[in-house]
C-alpha cells in the first residue's frame, strides 16, 4: 500500500513538474517572441509603410513572419524553462524530497522527457506546414506589392524615382483621388529629356495597362545635344506608366517553403529549379526534422546538468553557465556539419549529429547525477597511524 502510495505521489510530481514547464515555457516563448517580432516589425515599418503601403499591409506581413519566429525560439524557451523549473524545484528541496523516495535523476527526467516531445511535436507542425505556407503566402504578396501603382506613385509631397531616369511628383491628392500639381520628368532617351507638369491628373486603368491623364499642362523637350528647348502646351494628354510599374515578374520557388516531400523525393529537380546543389536541398529537408529535435535536446541537457551539480552553498551559477555552455557547443556542431552536406548530400545524416551530442550529453549528465562521486574513505589502520 505504501508502495502503491508512493508511486502515485511521484506520478502527480510528474504532472506538477510538467505543468510547471509548460507555464514557464509559454511565459520564455512570449517574451523572445515578443523581442524577435518587435526587431523584425521595425525593419518591415521602415520598409514598407516609407514605400507608401498602408498600415494593414503592415500587419499582414507581420503575422506571416511570425510563424517562423515562433519556431525559432522553440529550442531556447524549452532549455530555459527547464534550467528555472529545475532551479526553482531544486531550491525547494522539492527534488531532494522525490529523489529521498528511490527515484533516480532518470526517473526524473521522465517530465522533462515529455515536455521535450511536445514542444518537439509543436516545433514538426510549424517546420513542415506553417511555416513554410506562410513563407509561401509572403513572397507570393511581395510580388503583388511590388507592382502596386498607389504604393509606388501616389505620394504627397515627395520626389519618387519609380524608374531610371523618371522623377514624379505630385503636391496633393484630393479625396477624390483628383492629383493636384503634377511633375513627370523622364530622361530614359538618350539625347532627349521630356518634363511634364499638370495643374491636375488622374490615374486610370485599362485593359493595356495603368495610364496618368494629364489635365492643363506644359511638356517641355530639350535636346540635350543641341540644348534646344521646345515647349508645348497640352489640354488634356495620357501617358502610359505601365513601364514605371515593375511587374510581377515570376519567380522561381525557393528552398524555404517547398514542401518537405517534394524536397526529400525530387531532390535533384528541385536543386536544379531553386539553382541550388543537392546538399542544400537534403539541407533543407532534413533542417525540418533537426530543428524540432533540438527542444527536445535542450530541455534535457538543461535539466542533465543542473541536476548534476548537487548542492553548492555558492548557489547554482556554475550549473546555469555550464548548461549554457554545452547549448552553445551544440550550435558549434549544428554550424560545422552545415557545410560538409551543402558541398556532398551523401552526408545528409551529418544533420542530426547536434541532436545525437546534445542527448549524449544530457545522458552522460545523469548518469553522473545517478553515481555521484564521493571521495575514498581512509581505511581504519591509517587513520590510526596519522
Given at each position: 500500500m505504501s508502495v502503491l502510495g508512493g508511486t502515485q505521489k511521484v506520478q502527480r510530481f510528474d504532472r506538477y513538474m510538467l505543468s510547471q514547464l509548460l507555464v514557464l515555457f509559454g511565459f520564455f516563448a512570449l517574451v523572445l517572441v515578443a523581442v524577435y517580432w518587435v526587431n523584425r516589425a521595425v525593419v518591415l515599418f521602415d520598409r514598407l509603410i516609407a514605400d507608401g503601403h498602408s498600415a494593414g499591409i503592415f500587419l499582414?506581413?507581420?503575422?506571416?513572419?511570425?510563424?517562423?519566429?515562433?519556431?525559432?525560439?522553440?529550442?531556447?524557451?524549452?532549455?530555459?524553462?527547464?534550467?528555472y523549473v529545475t532551479n526553482r524545484l531544486s531550491n525547494d528541496s522539492e527534488l531532494v524530497i522525490v529523489r529521498a523516495t528511490g527515484y533516480s535523476p532518470w526517473r526524473l527526467a521522465r517530465p522533462v522527457l515529455a515536455f521535450g516531445l511536445m514542444i518537439t511535436l509543436m516545433g514538426s507542425v510549424l517546420a513542415h506546414v506553417l511555416v513554410p505556407a506562410s513563407i509561401e503566402q509572403l513572397r507570393l504578396r511581395e510580388q503583388e506589392i511590388a507592382g502596386s501603382v498607389s504604393a509606388?506613385?501616389?505620394?504627397?509631397?515627395?520626389?519618387?524615382?519609380?524608374?531610371?531616369?523618371?522623377?514624379?511628383?505630385?503636391?496633393?491628392?484630393?479625396?477624390e483621388g483628383e492629383l493636384r500639381d503634377v511633375l513627370l520628368s523622364d530622361r530614359r532617351q538618350d539625347g532627349r529629356e521630356v518634363t511634364y507638369s499638370a495643374e491636375r491628373a488622374y490615374l486610370?486603368?485599362?485593359?493595356?495597362?495603368?495610364?496618368?491623364v494629364m489635365l492643363a499642362g506644359l511638356a517641355q523637350t530639350l535636346d540635350t545635344r543641341t540644348q534646344r528647348l521646345s515647349t508645348t502646351?497640352?489640354?488634356?494628354?495620357?501617358?502610359?506608366?505601365?513601364?514605371?510599374?515593375e511587374p510581377g515578374k515570376p519567380k522561381r520557388r525557393k528552398?524555404?517553403?517547398?514542401?518537405?516531400?517534394?524536397?526529400?523525393?525530387?531532390?535533384?529537380?528541385?536543386?536544379?529549379?531553386a539553382n541550388d546543389t543537392p546538399g542544400e536541398v537534403l539541407e533543407e529537408a532534413h533542417m525540418r526534422f533537426q530543428g524540432p529535435l533540438l527542444s527536445l535536446v535542450a530541455a534535457l541537457v538543461g535539466f542533465a546538468a543542473?541536476?548534476?551539480?548537487?548542492?553548492?552553498?555558492?548557489?547554482?551559477?556554475?550549473?546555469?553557465?555550464?548548461?549554457?555552455?554545452?547549448?552553445?557547443?551544440?550550435?558549434?556542431?549544428?554550424?560545422?556539419?552545415?557545410?560538409?552536406?551543402?558541398?556532398?548530400?551523401?552526408?545528409?545524416?551529418?544533420?542530426?549529429?547536434p541532436s545525437v551530442t546534445g542527448l549524449a550529453m544530457a545522458a552522460g549528465l545523469l548518469w553522473r547525477a545517478a553515481r555521484p562521486f564521493r571521495p575514498r574513505r581512509r581505511a581504519p589502520e591509517?587513520?590510526?597511524?596519522?
Open positions: 499582414e506581413f507581420t503575422v506571416l513572419s511570425l510563424p517562423a519566429v515562433i519556431a525559432l525560439v522553440l529550442p531556447i524557451s524549452a532549455f530555459a524553462a527547464a534550467v509606388r506613385l501616389l505620394r504627397e509631397g515627395a520626389f519618387l524615382h519609380p524608374a531610371d531616369g523618371v522623377t514624379f511628383y505630385i503636391r496633393d491628392i484630393t479625396d486610370l486603368r485599362d485593359e493595356e495597362g495603368p495610364k496618368l502646351n497640352f489640354a488634356d494628354l495620357v501617358y502610359d506608366i505601365s513601364a514605371l510599374i528552398l524555404d517553403y517547398i514542401p518537405t516531400l517534394e524536397l526529400l523525393t525530387k531532390t535533384d529537380a528541385v536543386a536544379e529549379e543542473m541536476v548534476s551539480g548537487g548542492y553548492s552553498r555558492f548557489g547554482v551559477t556554475r550549473q546555469i553557465v555550464f548548461a549554457v555552455f554545452l547549448l552553445v557547443l551544440i550550435k558549434l556542431v549544428e554550424s560545422v556539419v552545415a557545410d560538409p552536406v551543402r558541398a556532398d548530400a551523401r552526408l545528409w545524416p551529418l544533420i542530426y549529429l591509517d587513520a590510526a597511524t596519522t
